[in-house]
């Protein structure tokens, strides 16, 4: 098994093994029983905040009021009910494809990518409109959630946001085996947005308004000095 030896005092009840333990910290073989190349490893918040570059701080909220929510998600067309939770499909396709991005490439979500929860339209409101949001946060009780539920049918959310994290804070950690492997999304992913949802069937956007984009996604047709 080749693992390594505990050398500590032994525990209440065992006193006579006190002079095996001395005499195995002592021996030629001490170092080979004691050393394990393993490294210890964490990954907080702040980790997070440093490694992604959110731009966020440690008291940024993670949810916004409700109301506040609907009131910007009536701007991007939404033809849903106040939210939570928030029907993607029921986004105009131009905002429908930002949720869609955030979804797949920043939130912990393992599967259903049909609905977003407050905290989820909370990130999208601040992305668009540029206000405070905690997103390191977001992500860590998305890490800490997942950690604490895994099993042999799911393994850990965030394999990218985690790789990133250990090169940045441990630079000389082995690499015994391609830990990630790296996948892009491509182009495809504007077709797949008006795909039908299995979840969803029979929700349909009506198209109701024309579409408005504000904030940093607003018409670079519009702007000036594009």
């Given at each position: 098994?080749?693992?390594?030896?505990?050398?500590?005092?032994?525990?209440?009840?065992?006193?006579?093994?006190?002079?095996m333990i001395v005499g195995l910290n002592t021996c030629r073989l001490?170092?080979?029983?004691?050393?394990?190349?393993g490294t210890k490893v964490s990954v907080s918040e702040q980790d997070i905040r440093e490694v992604l570059l959110f731009g966020d701080a440690a008291d940024d909220?993670?949810?916004?009021?409700r109301e506040k929510v609907m009131e910007v998600f009536v701007k991007m067309s939404y033809e849903g009910a106040v939210p939570p939770p928030t029907i993607k499909k029921l986004l105009h396709p131009y905002w429908r494809f930002l949720a869609h991005i955030y979804l797949v490439c920043i939130?912990?979500?393992?599967?259903?990518?049909?609905?977003l929860t407050?905290?989820?339209?909370?990130?999208?409101?601040s992305v668009v409109e540029g206000g405070k949001h905690n997103y390191s946060k977001s992500v860590f009780d998305d890490m800490l959630v997942n950690v604490k539920t895994l099993n042999e049918k799911y393994w850990y959310k965030f394999p990218r946001f985690i790789q990133?994290?250990?090169?940045k804070k441990y630079p000389k950690l082995p690499v015994t085996v391609k830990t990630y492997d790296v996948k892009m999304m491509n182009h495809l992913v504007f077709t797949w947005i008006n795909q039908k949802s299995r979840d969803n069937v029979g929700i349909k956007y009506q198209n109701k308004r024309n579409l408005e984009m504000f904030g940093i996604?607003?018409?670079f047709s519009k702007r000036d000095n594009v």
């Open positions: 098994m080749n693992i390594a030896c505990y050398l500590s005092d032994p525990p209440k009840g065992f006193e006579t093994y006190k002079s001490a170092h080979s029983l004691r050393e394990n190349p909220p993670t949810k916004y009021s939130s912990g979500n393992k599967s259903g990518l049909d609905k407050l905290k989820q339209t909370s990130a999208l409101v990133m994290i250990l090169e996604f607003s018409d």
